[in-house]
């Protein structure tokens, strides 16, 4: 599997199947929070807000939950403040691995990740140490039945970069600073993204063809991604699509 094509975004994410429903909806709830302190409570003019409403909203959290959240993230109701903080680090392999968090104690996040890291074969880095390694862009994804000539004329005339077939839906990336703009021009096409967010793309990848080190990485990733303040994992390796199909998790 390419971390340029199936995968363009190499952004690991489990299933919904696979983790267990609180702990998603701890995440959902402090993305929602850091948003609506950051940029306002008003999901319509709030980019990052939107995003993480329609994820929680997608991931089947109450609207009330969601409301609360977006509430203590504004001041009307009080909350712990959370602050995003990015770690970064190598798995087995070589492979660089970028965790973006949500915490309220960057010391304890820390120490806990480097334990995971260590335990799965991996190591923590210091800042910088693999960040450089990757752009921030912007992707929306579409449902397959869309039809990939009409999502190229919308996407590229709304400044998009590039269209990928990522086997069961489309992929759009674009500059961050374009998003907005292409996801917005999508919808009034009537083409209406399943998903749209900022994240981090890989400029190199490091191929793992041997089954065994292939199954490292995939542990450590699904380690890191059960932490409570882990909001989202982003790595680099190229990993077949038959060793990716025969991992369990």
Not at 234 to 240: E, K, L, R, T, V
Request: aromatic share 4%.
């Amino acid at each position: 599997m390419s971390g340029h094509s199936k995968w363009a975004t190499t952004k690991y994410r489990k299933g919904a199947q696979d983790a267990a429903r609180s702990k998603r909806t701890v995440k959902h709830i402090r993305s929602l929070e850091v948003a609506a302190r950051e940029g306002g409570g008003d999901i319509n003019n709030n980019a990052a807000l939107r995003t993480a409403y329609e994820r929680a909203r997608s991931d089947s959290v109450p609207m009330d939950t969601i409301e609360r959240a977006i509430k203590r993230g504004t001041g009307d109701l009080e909350g712990v403040r959370y602050e995003a903080v990015s770690y970064e680090g190598y798995a087995s392999g070589g492979v660089a691995v970028l965790v973006e968090t949500l915490t309220d104690n960057r010391n304890r996040t820390a120490a806990e990740l480097r334990n995971l890291f260590n335990r799965n074969g991996g190591s923590l880095a210091e800042p910088g140490a693999v960040s450089w390694q990757f752009e921030r862009k912007g992707v929306v994804e579409l449902e397959r039945s869309l039809d990939e000539d009409a999502i190229m004329e919308v996407a590229a005339d709304a400044g998009a970069e590039d269209v990928n077939d990522v086997g069961e839906r489309w992929q759009v990336v674009s500059a961050a600073t374009d998003l907005a703009a292409v996801r917005s021009a999508l919808e009034a096409a009537g083409m209406t993204p399943t998903s749209a967010e900022l994240t981090m793309i890989p400029t190199t990848t490091v191929e793992i063809a041997d089954s065994e080190e292939a199954q490292r990485v995939l542990r450590l990733l699904d380690a890191i991604d059960d932490h409570d303040d882990v909001q989202a994992i982003h790595a680099n390796y190229d990993i077949p699509e038959s060793v990716l199909a025969g991992y369990a998790g």
